[in-house]
């Protein structure tokens, strides 16, 4: 097995080698769609009613379908997934939160699969490496943000207890939705100029939802979030033990 070709993260100058600041960029999308579906994974048998075990289930496919192009394109995707240590991931904080009850994992979708659906439609009319990815996966992102913006809906405008979760379940992911539009100099898109768009969207679905937008830092110095600094929150490591222990156990096994 080859050995990893890990980019660093780029400078805040944006001073490195363009190639290596490109895929820095393309390397910390990747991670977010790899983890994203790891933790989705999870509820793979687990999920409250059956038809929303196969929709989990089948957004997390969709993820790692994605991860692993955005892997290909810097590196051995194998290698990249299963090789490296935790401080060599970066991926944003936010989708490595555990999935906690389903409204939490819904509001973790939420806020996601919205900057998604923004991000890639910006990358496929952008042109450049991502382009032809973004064009693909843009429409399954939009059936992550409908899948996710329905379930927003039932549960803020469903009963008491369902009402009470969600909210909880936004206010307390909140804090990580900042660095979600921090820059990442490789891509030909600004995605400070996607925190407004996203904002909005949020607020009207959860305006609709009879929920209240938290009114907490998203993207101050108290704010959560420097994962794509390779910081990461401490669950991160038990979910990497998990999803790369066969791999490490049986190294160049093969089905």
Do not use: C
């Amino acid at each position: 097995m080859s050995t990893p070709s890990v980019p660093s993260a780029p400078p805040a100058t944006g001073a490195a080698d363009p190639d290596d600041t490109v895929a820095a960029a393309v390397l910390a999308l990747g991670d977010d769609a790899l983890v994203l579906a790891q933790r989705l994974g999870e509820w793979a048998g687990n999920a409250p009613v059956l038809e929303e075990d196969v929709a989990l289930t089948n957004i997390a496919l969709d993820l790692l379908g994605q991860a692993r192009t955005l892997l290909s394109m810097v590196g051995d995707e194998d290698a990249l997934a299963f090789g490296r240590e935790e401080h060599q991931f970066r991926n944003v904080q936010l989708v490595e939160q555990p999935n906690g009850d389903f409204a939490r994992t819904i509001a973790r979708q939420l806020y996601v699969a919205v900057y998604q659906e923004l991000l890639y439609t910006a990358l496929a009319g952008a042109g450049g490496p991502t382009a032809a990815l973004a064009a693909k996966a843009v429409h399954e992102v939009a059936y992550h943000r409908d899948h996710a913006e329905q379930w927003t809906l039932r549960l803020g405008d469903g009963t008491e207890e369902s009402h009470r979760r969600m909210q909880s379940a936004l206010d307390g992911l909140w804090r990580y939705t900042g660095e979600l539009f921090q820059p990442l100099d490789g891509l030909p898109v600004d995605l400070s100029a996607l925190h407004e768009p996203w904002a909005r969207r949020i607020a009207d679905i959860v305006g609709r939802a009879t929920l209240t937008v938290p009114q907490g830092p998203d993207h101050t110095p108290w704010a959560a979030g420097a994962g794509r600094q390779g910081v990461h929150t401490e669950s991160f490591g038990r979910l990497l033990a998990e999803m790369q222990y066969l791999h490490r156990a049986h190294p160049g096994a093969s089905w």
